[in-house]
């Protein structure tokens, strides 16, 4: 039994004689039932006291295994020595956070802040512990050591680094995994597992342990010990694990440490206990005091965020008994310390940045730690949804029947299952998932990439096998931690000059038309204006120059020619986007207008097939490796990737990135902190930021640049995709009336030219734009007569002639997706999926009926990206009296019906 809840009050520290001796405590008063019982008192005794100090009202308690007592009447609980207690336990911390918070708090922030950058260290370990898996897998080290150097070539090329000198390095390190191996007692292959990720929901920990040794933790550590004993750091870590495993029932009574440079150190310099392995006692005192750190982690971290001051609370390193001398991150501290004025028990260097720099800083780097907390509440649905409503809400396919495992290249695992036919979920080929055997938080899971994904079967690939039968959406939160270290890249070392446009103190600056050089074109693109003036901004802007785009109106061929100008004039170019298709497409413009000088930096799943002869491998000699990326006049990866550790040690004259709009500030930063000037292509009137959170990071900052100075922006007015009749209401409503088809052709578009004759469709399907109301009903977030018409719909336009290629579906909710998409074989998608691509008809079921509740019908630049994926049909499916209720709807409805 547990008792959980949200603090109303913390009592005073109170010691009292027992019979046990003297022993402090401490009172907690909470709402249980998560806030929905009365409140009541529970005592924390002993060590458990002092995570009480960093407990406040407003924060979650749970302490496991209580002891129930009466007291006047009134039922009050207390701690027993099974109990554990945890602060906030739905917070999720890394386990590598509690080991550096154990160091130093701040170590732990700083490294938040900072990432994990590229340094031979990291990628040395990172290649030891790719070799222990190998090992214990069975492979053959010298094979192993081979291959995993050379699939690091291009990190170790831009570290200056030589294929022979890392191996023999690696080989020294990894003797000593072999070594321990090979001791006959760990023989036995089943006793081992590599790389085990696990959750706690009772601890708000999560990581993944190096290797499970009969159900004990191990962790690999390529520096020296020559003490008897583990590091106390590294045994917090193994900690940790055994918590976590502690809750899957298993009692891992040891950890161990296996120090891998020990092997490698001569013996008759060193002296001390040279063996690697260290093993130690996982005993309850140790583990309570894990949880007690994790406790004050957690605390910090509410802290942060609900604390009225006028900044967000950071560990200032008193909390620790570290001395600042010996820390290797001293000099970082006192930079960031300095920079934002920071109290910081290693002191400050340099003068603070200004008032509303540091203002900016704490209002994104609170705005992201609240989008952190999303993600969590999106990883308890893992454990608090049973697996049918995770199905129901499209984030997991259930009922998977493994069918294969198969060892494919690398050592990488291919899992094949079979799916029950109408599943349906937000996962897509592409995606990172969750693979289980069925359940995700005790049992085996393990990250794959989702490689193919059909109608009856799921192709997943992972480094270790799993029995697939199930396959859940992961809430990452790498996207959270990159954005925070742009975010400290952009304030803390961006360019001056920059940051004076950023934060608004100056205007940016163009070069003026004389100064291009004398073989620039007279116009770049003489059949747009408009398009022809983007290009001029961007080969001519000294800071940034934004660019409109409209749905259609050729932003990526716009972006293609600039880029060519701009290579043209010798600039190193990089080309970004919020989406791999995106990024794709405009390179594939690039190569449509005969540029191939390309490189593209991507997942191999990530990048579509027709550009991987252009991807980056990462696998190769170093130096070659290196100028590779360091020489290619123009480099395209996604904003993601460009917060990447590689990404970040390479530099560019000029970033152009599209889909600006859809970006938060810190994500746009991710790419732009790269380069000396920026050009942001995007649609402020098409879909926002993709974020969980609804604070400041909703807005882009192509919006708000764009909104500061108009007069570095142009708009494309001129469109290339929709008849006139279709273009006319999105161009009304959202751009002013200023969106015009480009050619007669365009404008002139009709259902005729695919060889469909108009008469024999209903006429309500056909004169460019359409209405149909089949007098449906609401239900939830489908609406089943509805998708019945919709599927009619289709039908009779498929009867008629059109290709069902052609067609496609759009609606608003999941539910209604699934429910359209298992009457029709056409694409049926929510308009989030759509945005970016144009069909010839489109269908759009809009499911409310009576009114229009929901958050789909408040944000009119959803439905501004539905209305505007058609080129010559639009058919819209829908309840008029609901939409009559709202004035732009009415509208809408208007227009369709005309
Ligand atoms: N100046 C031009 N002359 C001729 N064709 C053009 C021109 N600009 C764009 N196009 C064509 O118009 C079509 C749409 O262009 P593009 O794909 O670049 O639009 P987009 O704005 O990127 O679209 P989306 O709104 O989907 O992002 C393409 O077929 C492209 O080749």
Redesign the pocket.
């Known amino acids: 039994m547990n008792v959980r809840g949200p603090i109303v009050s913390v009592g005073e520290a109170r010691t009292v004689s027992t019979s046990y001796g003297e022993r402090d405590l401490r009172e907690v008063r909470i709402r249980p039932d998560r806030g929905a019982g009365d409140p009541v008192d529970v005592t924390l005794w002993g060590k458990w006291t002092e995570t009480a100090e960093h407990a406040e009202p407003g924060m979650e308690l749970l302490v496991t295994d209580p002891e129930e007592d009466e007291y006047r009447g009134e039922t009050g609980y207390a701690t027993t020595d099974e109990s554990w207690v945890v602060l906030e336990p739905d917070f999720l911390v890394d386990v590598t956070g509690i080991r550096s918070w154990v160091q130093c708090p701040r170590m732990y922030y700083l490294n938040k802040l900072s990432g994990i950058p590229l340094n031979y260290p990291v990628v040395k370990g990172t290649i030891v512990h790719e070799v222990f898996g190998d090992l214990l897998r069975g492979m053959e080290l010298e094979a192993s050591v081979e291959e995993r150097v050379a699939e690091a070539g291009l990190e170790l090329g831009l570290l200056g680094y030589e294929t022979a000198e890392v191996e023999d390095e690696v080989r020294r390190n990894a003797a000593a995994v072999e070594g321990w191996l090979a001791q006959g007692t760990l023989a036995d292959e089943d006793t081992w597992r590599s790389e085990f990720s696990l959750i706690s929901p009772t601890f708000g920990l999560k990581g993944r342990t190096d290797a499970l040794r009969r159900g004990t933790p191990v962790e690999l550590k390529t520096g020296k010990n020559t003490k008897r004993e583990p590091r106390f750091h590294d045994k917090v870590q193994a900690a940790c694990y055994a918590l976590m495993l502690d809750e899957r029932g298993v009692d891992p009574d040891i950890g161990t440490l296996l120090y891998t440079k020990n092997t490698a150190l001569d013996r008759n310099e060193e002296s001390g206990d040279l063996a690697p392995a260290k093993e130690f006692t996982v005993g309850r005192g140790f583990l309570e005091f894990v949880v007690r750190e994790r406790n004050a982690l957690a605390a910090m971290e509410w802290r942060a965020l609900n604390d009225p001051g006028e900044r967000p609370t950071v560990p200032t390193g008193y909390e620790a008994d570290a001395t600042c001398s010996y820390c290797f991150e001293q000099d970082a501290c006192m930079v960031v310390s300095g920079r934002l004025d920071q109290e910081s028990k290693a002191g400050q260097i340099g003068t603070p940045t200004p008032d509303e720099e540091r203002d900016y800083f704490d209002r994104f780097y609170v705005a992201l730690e609240e989008e952190r907390r999303e993600t969590h509440a999106e990883y308890r649905k893992l454990w608090e949804q049973t697996p049918e409503e995770r199905a129901a809400d499209d984030r997991a396919l259930i009922g998977l029947e493994p069918v294969a495992q198969t060892e494919i290249d690398d050592a990488r695992w291919e899992l094949r299952a079979r799916k029950p036919g109408d599943a349906v979920s937000k996962l897509r080929e592409g995606d990172v998932a969750l693979a289980s055997d069925g359940d995700p938080v005790s049992g085996h899971a393990e990250l794959g990439r989702i490689t193919a994904l059909g109608s009856d079967e799921v192709v997943v690939e992972t480094d270790e096998p799993v029995e697939l039968r199930r396959l859940d959406v992961y809430p990452s939160e790498i996207s959270v931690d990159r954005s925070l270290t742009a975010l400290h890249d952009a304030v803390l070392k961006g360019d001056p000059d920059r940051k004076d446009v950023i934060f608004g103190r100056r205007d940016p600056d163009f070069r003026e038309p004389a100064e291009r050089p004398a073989d620039a074109p007279d116009a770049y693109?003489d059949?747009?204006a408009a398009?022809n003036e983007a290009v001029e901004l961007a080969v001519d802007a000294e800071d940034c120059a934004l660019i409109h785009?409209p749905?259609?109106?050729?932003?990526?061929?716009?972006i293609a020619r600039a880029i060519r100008a701009l290579v043209a004039e010798g600039n190193r170019v990089l080309l970004s986007a919020f989406t791999n298709r995106a990024v794709d497409?405009a390179l594939e413009?690039l190569r449509d207008q005969g540029f191939d000088d390309v490189l593209r930096v991507g997942t191999e799943t990530g990048v579509r097939e027709d550009m991987r002869d252009v991807r980056l491998v990462q696998r190769g000699e170093p130096n070659a490796k290196a100028a590779e990326l360091r020489d290619a006049p123009v480099v395209a990866a996604t904003t993601a990737a460009c917060g990447s550790r590689v990404m970040r040690e390479c530099e560019f004259d000029v970033a152009l990135v599209d889909e600006a709009s859809q970006l938060t500030e810190p994500g746009t930063h991710a790419a732009i902190n790269l380069t000396d000037r920026f050009v942001l292509v995007g649609d402020h009137e098409q879909l926002p930021p993709v974020v969980r959170a609804e604070n400041d990071l909703t807005t882009s900052l192509f919006q708000r640049l764009i909104e500061a100075f108009p007069d570095a922006s142009v708009m494309?007015d001129r469109q290339?995709?929709m008849s006139q009749r279709i273009q006319a209401f999105a161009s009304a409503e959202f751009y002013d009336g200023a969106l015009r088809p480009?050619t007669p052709e365009v404008a002139g578009q009709t259902l005729a030219d695919l060889g469909v004759d108009p008469d024999a469709l209903a006429p309500d399907l056909t004169g460019g734009v359409g209405f149909v109301d089949p007098d449906g009903e609401r239900d939830g977030n489908r609406n089943v007569r509805e998708a019945e018409r919709v599927a009619a719909i289709v039908d009779a336009y498929v009867a008629a002639g059109v290709d069902p290629d052609d067609i496609g579906v759009i609606a608003p909710f999941r539910a209604q997706v699934a429910e359209i998409g298992r009457r029709t074989d056409v694409t049926v998608d929510t308009v989030d999926r759509f945005q970016?691509?144009?069909e010839a008809v489109i269908v759009v079921s809009l499911v409310a009926t009576g009114d229009l509740d929901g958050p789909i019908f408040d944000d009119h630049r959803r439905m501004n990206v539905a209305l505007t994926r058609a080129k010559k049909q639009l058919t819209l499916v829908g309840d008029a009296d609901a939409l009559g209720t709202d004035s732009f709807y009415a509208r809408m409805l208007d227009w369709a019906r005309r």
């Open positions: 693109i059949n747009n398009q785009g749905p259609g109106t050729g932003k990526t061929y716009t497409n413009a494309l290339y995709r480009a970016g691509s144009s």
